[in-house]
């Protein structure tokens, strides 16, 4: 893009290569700021390894046996519980940063309205990679081999590090809407705490009684956990990726128009 | 110095603003009830009022920030609520808080804006390095902005403003809360961008301030415009400097008022608390004989000054009249605050 603002004819639409360039842009700042306060990656990086620890060590014996052969159940598990749970934080950033003056100045640019918020989700990308990789690498320092190889890891990966993408629209939604950080805190907490735990995360659904069976089975989550243990321990791809998938877009479909309306609104 | 080329047609005359009838509410208040403005192109224009008054709600209706309850407003012609995205291409907004990211250094900030104003990445280093050297911020460029003072921070958020060399910009009390040097450095640079073209919309609280910028006032008060005008108009109105006289001996105070009037021919007032004794004066010259006489009969001043009409009177004049009281019935309690507000800043 090489043209100035100068030169731009005077239109009362933002084209959709302008929308991308604009979200880019807002990402850079997101990981300006990141790099101006690395400490912000506590949460990252440390929970992936405590997580790991602690629930290979305390649920191993009792579920598989032994801590061994409950690694391929437990990593794509707490992989996706982890990084779900880093998505949180997106929403309460965001209404965080939303209280600052500067996106007064963002409002009132002719830039894509949904930028500010497309740019600060697509910044926490960076958080999810950093808390898939950790949580990878734990693994294998506790003797996690994968089946599916490296290439279906770095898949499970991109598709965890997706989903968790369209998830924080929904956390984006509350930040937007709620009037303080800890109030989008406690409300994502809500949701969050149900959706990780009630799947197929730490135990087999078998073991739960019917009707919380019925739940496990039809949580996007199970089906996102399921997918991740197709493509590392055995190097497929099946339908509950495809499920998840769709679900993942249908999230973003609904809440993304839906938080920047909200967006809109709140001045 | 920059020259205007952003292309815009203004389609309707030479007016960079014309809002009629703006109407914002927030709950039971009416933070602007119907306002009307027009300014020319390539004038600065100021909106004088107290805290409160619906300055900063005007404004942010005019900037897109919020959308009017009733009235339009056109910016070049352009319907702030239609066309918001062509009203945001022409315009630049400074904020009563400084709207730049603090988390990030002077530089940043300027790249990520013009960036976002779709300059290509060289560019967008290259404007961000001429603004700070034009603002004088160069030297801190790369501090985080959290060690920037009040005046820098202003200055960084107007430098912000210019990238994209709009036609038209809105300054929400630009200096208030800064120190007198800082503020008259703002006030220079304010004067530069309308001699390259640019219209300019500020709002303030103080006379002085209105006075050294502004081509054309409106003062606003409670959401109405009570009074629209030049400057020198609106000072006409209040009458020009006044005489302020103490007395050491309060027993003198009748007969000071008496060749006070005789001297100046005009009449006093005087001011229950202090002993005050006020005069309009139109001719500075006339003091020297005043003061002769105080002198010839024997009357030791306490004190005594001349001053220029502040907001206060202009303002307590403009809205002592009709707007005012009927405004009075309706926000009560509101009125009270305003008036306070007004009595404290002298």
Known sequence: MKTSAAAQPLKNRTSFMQTVRNSFTMAYRGLLKIKRTPEQLFDVTLQPIIFTLMFTYIFGGAISGDVQSYLPVIIPGILVQTVITTSVVTGTQLREDMDKGVFDRFKSLPIARIAPLAGALLADTIRYTIATALTFTMGYIMGYRPDGGFEYVVLASLAVIGCSWALSWIFAFFGVIARTASSVQGISMLVLFPLTFLSNAFVPVETMPDWLQWFAKVNPVSHLITAVRDMTNSGTVGWDLGITLIGAAVIVAVFAPLTVRAYMRRT | MRNNNRSYEPNNGDWAVEANGLVKIFGDNKAVDGVDLKVKTGSIYGVLGPNGAGK????????????????????????VVKESQIVRQLIGVTGQYASVDEGLSATENLIIFSRLLGLDRSEAKKKAADLLEEFGLTEAAKRPLKNFSGG????????ASLIAQPPLIFLDEPTTGLDPRTRTQMWETIRRLVKTGSTVLLTTQYLDEADQLADRIAVIDLGHVVAEGTVDELKASVGTSSLHLRVQ??????????????????????????????APMRDADLVTDLLIALRAEGIHLAEMSVQKPTLDEVFLTITGEGAREEAQQQVEGLEQSNKKAVGVRG
């Open chain 2, 56 to 79: 900063t709600t005007t404004i942010r209706m005019l900037a897109t920030l919020l959308r009017p309850d009733a009235g339009s407003a056109r910016i070049f012609g352009h319907d």
């Open chain 2, 152 to 159: 820098m921070r202003r200055r960084l958020d107007l430098a």
């Open chain 2, 249 to 278: 001996d309060a027993k003198d105070i009748a007969l000071t008022r008496s060749l006070i009037e005789k001297v100046l021919q005009v009449q006093t007032s005087v001011s229950s608390e202090a002993s005050r004794i006020t």
